[in-house]
Each structure stands twice: as C-alpha cells, then as structure tokens.
C-alpha cells in the first residue's frame, strides 16, 4: 500500500472516531439554563451542579415585576436548552418574550404543584398591574414557604434528569442533599420565630410578597402595596395602614431590597415606629448577605425576629 493511501486511510479513521465522539460530548457539555430571576437560578445552580450552564433574566436586587427584557435578554432564551419560570402569574412579560425570541424548547414552571394563596382575604387593598383591586388573585411569591422550595427542587431535579439522563445519578444526589438543606432551615426558621410572643408577631413590610411566609410560619404581615410593585400605594391605603399600626401597636417596619425605601420609611415615622432593616423577598443580594436562597431565609428570620423582640 503506498504512502497516499495510508494517509487517506489514516486520516478517514480519525475523522470517524470524531463524529463518533460528537453525540457524547454534546450530551456531556452543561445544559444552557436561563432562569427568568436570581432566587431560582440559584436553585437550579444548587440541583445542577456542573451539569449546568445558568443565566437569569432579573438579576440580583432586581425588581421582576417591573422588568421590561431586552433584545439581548430575547438571544438569552433563544440559545437556551431549558427556560425556567416561577409561573403563577410572576413573570408576566415572559410568554412575550419566549415568543419574540423563537424559543420552542421546554419551559419548566417551577412552582408546578404547589397551593396557591388567594389573597382577597388577607389583604382587600391590594392591587393588580392595571390598578383594579386584585380581590381573588394570586400570590405568586410561593418560594417564601420552604415547604414549597422543596417542591420547586422535585420539579428541577425532574426536568434536570430529563434533560440530561446519562447525569441523573448526580443530579439526584445533588437534590437529596439541597432538600435536606431546605429541611433543616425550616426548622431554623421555626425554631428563631418561635422566641417571639404571638402578640408581637406584626410587621409591615414594603410590597405584599411574605404572604405564604407568614402563613407558614405563623407572622402578619402588612404592607402598602398588593402582589405586584407595578401599582403605587395610594395615600388611602398609606393612611389605612399607619391607623393600623397605631392600632395595633406595631413597631417593626420593612424595607425590601427591590423596592425605594421612602415610603416605608414615612410610615414608620408617621406611625410611630422603626424600621426594622432590610428583608430579601423578590430577588437575592448582589452582596453576599442573601445571595443565596438559603441565606436569604436566615437572613429574613433572623433580622425579623430581632426586630419584633426589640418592641
């Protein structure tokens, strides 16, 4: 055999084993996640571990409610290999952009599973994106229950697997493990809660996103503004409110980290109390204080209790 035919030999043997190799590297390079805010990017980053490559629309500190996506936001999705939404109604621009981008692979809503909380009967003030009262809508703030951040992980560990089978192993353990964490903040989180006595379990906090924390951990928790920060408070419901605190003697005021403390800080003055310090509802923290979903409930616990112990 001559030298020309060796070579063409040895050249289409290599060439072989490369398009061999292709559909394996493919399934073994990180799955292109694009989660549509921090908190569950984080989570998706906790149940993915190396398996994944994650980018979020609504980055820390950001407001989601009032995030009006980019065309490069419309290439992030268009380039992903797996979109995850919260859903209940959170991420109300992301059926549009989905659709602008030409995205038509899987879309994971996390909080699939989960009991919604109606909000009409806790809160008649509040308002949805139009300014109509939201009387019957619903919260769609569902990770500030821990019990439903677990069920936020099942749905992640599912669609992870799915996505990427010949990893599933590792990605199950990876969940076993975050929701074991979960668990034992829970408990944290009762265990710090439960040092406040019932009476003084009162807080204003600056837009209605602590819902299902406080139904699950036993808080009331007020605010001036409903569901959404699209809406202002009107000066009716800021008024309704400090007559509130006043009534029920409530000193512990909140701010949160998406939204302007002005209006928080007013009512504290006006009504006579303090504000308390700074709560993680909607976003993590650019600074490592809540840039996690678990130190943001550490964080929460922790400074609402002290606040409310402090009356």
Same mark, same amino acid.
């Given at each position: 055999?001559?030298?020309?035919?060796?070579?063409?030999?040895?050249?289409?043997?290599?060439?072989?084993?490369?398009?061999?190799?292709?559909?394996? @590297?493919? &399934?073994? =390079?990180? *799955?292109? $996640? /694009?989660?549509?805010?921090?908190?569950?990017?984080? +989570?998706? %980053?906790?149940?993915?571990?190396?398996?994944?490559?994650?980018?979020?629309?609504?980055?820390?500190?950001?407001?989601?409610?009032?995030?009006?996506?980019?065309?490069?936001?419309?290439? @992030?999705? &268009?380039? =992903?290999? *797996?979109? $995850? /939404?919260?859903?209940?109604?959170?991420?109300?621009? +992301?059926? %549009?952009?989905?659709?602008?981008?030409?995205?038509?692979?899987?879309?994971?809503?996390?909080?699939?599973?989960?009991?919604?909380?109606?909000?009409?009967?806790?809160?008649?003030?509040?308002?949805?994106?139009?300014?109509?009262?939201?009387?019957?809508?619903?919260?769609?703030?569902?990770?500030?229950?821990?019990?439903?951040?677990?069920?936020?992980?099942?749905?992640?560990?599912?669609?992870?697997?799915?996505?990427?089978?010949?990893?599933?192993?590792?990605?199950?353990?990876?969940?076993?493990?975050?929701?074991?964490?979960?668990?034992?903040?829970?408990?944290?989180?009762?265990?710090?809660?439960?040092?406040?006595?019932?009476?003084?379990?009162?807080?204003?906090?600056?837009?209605?996103?602590?819902?299902?924390?406080?139904?699950?951990?036993?808080?009331?928790?007020?605010?001036?503004?409903?569901?959404?920060?699209?809406?202002?408070?009107?000066?009716?419901?800021?008024?309704?409110?400090?007559?509130?605190?006043?009534?029920?003697?409530?000193?512990?005021?909140?701010?949160?980290?998406?939204?302007?403390?002005?209006?928080?800080?007013?009512?504290?003055?006006?009504?006579?109390?303090?504000?308390?310090?700074?709560?993680?509802?909607?976003?993590?923290?650019?600074?490592?204080?809540?840039?996690?979903?678990?130190?943001?409930?550490?964080?929460?616990?922790?400074?609402?209790?002290?606040?409310?112990?402090?009356?």
């Amino acid at each position: 055999m001559n030298m020309p035919v060796r070579f063409l030999l040895r050249l289409g043997a290599a060439l072989l084993a490369c398009f061999c190799l292709l559909p394996a @590297r493919a &399934a073994d =390079a990180p *799955l292109k $996640v /694009v989660a549509s805010f921090s908190i569950l990017a984080d +989570m998706v %980053r906790a149940v993915g571990g190396d398996a994944v490559s994650v980018s979020m629309l609504v980055g820390p500190d950001g407001d989601a409610h009032v995030f009006e996506p980019r065309p490069a936001d419309a290439r @992030r999705v &268009a380039g =992903a290999d *797996l979109v $995850v /939404v919260n859903g209940l109604d959170f991420e109300g621009w +992301m059926t %549009r952009l989905i659709r602008s981008a030409g995205y038509r692979g899987k879309v994971v809503v996390a909080s699939r599973g989960v009991t919604p909380r109606r909000m009409a009967e806790a809160h008649d003030h509040a308002h949805g994106p139009a300014g109509q009262a939201a009387h019957g809508s619903v919260d769609p703030h569902a990770w500030q229950d821990l019990a439903n951040g677990m069920v936020y992980v099942e749905n992640l560990r599912a669609a992870l697997v799915e996505a990427r089978p010949a990893q599933a192993g590792a990605i199950n353990a990876r969940a076993a493990a975050y929701a074991a964490q979960l668990r034992e903040m829970d408990a944290f989180v009762r265990e710090t809660l439960a040092r406040v006595p019932l009476a003084q379990r009162r807080v204003i906090t600056s837009h209605d996103a602590f819902g299902y924390f406080g139904a699950a951990y036993g808080l009331e928790l007020l605010s001036p503004q409903g569901r959404s920060t699209e809406s202002e408070a009107s000066a009716a419901d800021v008024a309704r409110l400090i007559r509130q605190m006043k009534a029920h003697q409530v000193r512990a005021v909140f701010v949160e980290n998406i939204s302007n403390p002005r209006m928080v800080e007013r009512i504290a003055r006006e009504g006579g109390g303090v504000v308390g310090g700074r709560l993680y509802s909607d976003a993590l923290s650019a600074d490592p204080v809540a840039d996690s979903y678990l130190k943001m409930f550490r964080h929460n616990a922790t400074v609402l209790a002290g606040a409310m112990l402090a009356r």
